[in-house]
């Protein structure tokens, strides 16, 4: 018999930037009905402590790993919710756990498998100042552990050359300091110095920062695996407030040329 049709399933639950109130009622509903939890520490510990919920939290580079597990619990009859911070399918757990299905067992193919979409972090980071991803705009991720980083900078200066403005996730880390100095200084080299750029530091969480700069200050700016990184266009504006926080947009129309 496929064991598959115990009728075990798996949820993959985008928990959203960090704000609980920013939370879906879908995915609210998916964590309600879950028996096990999977996901990174601070994604699990995001989700309070219930009884009848088996909490699973793994490190950040066992995705592979984790989704197979979730499979597996599935399979045997569990209800499985797999978390991720933001949108699970974006550089997230959804694509780790299509993934697995693909190269794994047979009977995870009948499973019921769903993905509970949240908040990016880099639509939570562009609201706080307005629209500043309001015409065209992509989202690259600066880590260099799936992919080189060539295939990284090529992608940067595609970006940067077609008038992109740029989500920059995974911006810098411990075990990778330099990637982010080098995305800006790419930039530099084809942008204008005046190009606005955000970087955005756990946006709707207590200890939010959010700052706009010059592609020339953000080039000596800190930063870390908590900031969203936001790349503004040659046609993106600033509305200065006094007082405040300028207002930052990119307008939707582009002039023939």
Known sequence: ?????????????????????????SARAALAAAQDLIGYHPYVARVPEREGLTRHSTDNRVELDRARHALELAVSGRHVAVVSGGDPGVFAMAAALFEAVEHGLPEWRALDIRVEP???????????????????????????????????????????????AVALYNPISSARPWQLGRALALAAEILPATTPVIFARAVTRPDE??????LT???????????MILIGTATTRLIEREGQAPFVYTPRSVAAG
């Open 1 to 25: 018999m496929n064991r598959a049709n115990l009728g075990g399933s798996v949820t993959v639950v985008g928990l959203g930037p960090g704000d609980p109130r920013l939370l879906t009622e």
């Open 118 to 164: 949240g908040i990016t972090a880099m639509l939570a980071s562009a609201a706080r100042l307005g629209a500043p991803l309001g015409g065209d705009f992509c989202a690259l991720s600066l880590s260099d552990n799936l992919k080189p980083w060539e295939v990284v900078t090529a992608r940067l200066e595609a970006v940067f050359r077609a008038g992109f």
């Open 209 to 214: 920062s959010v700052r706009v700069m010059t």
């Open 217 to 227: 200050e953000a080039r000596t700016a800190p930063a870390d695996m908590a900031t």
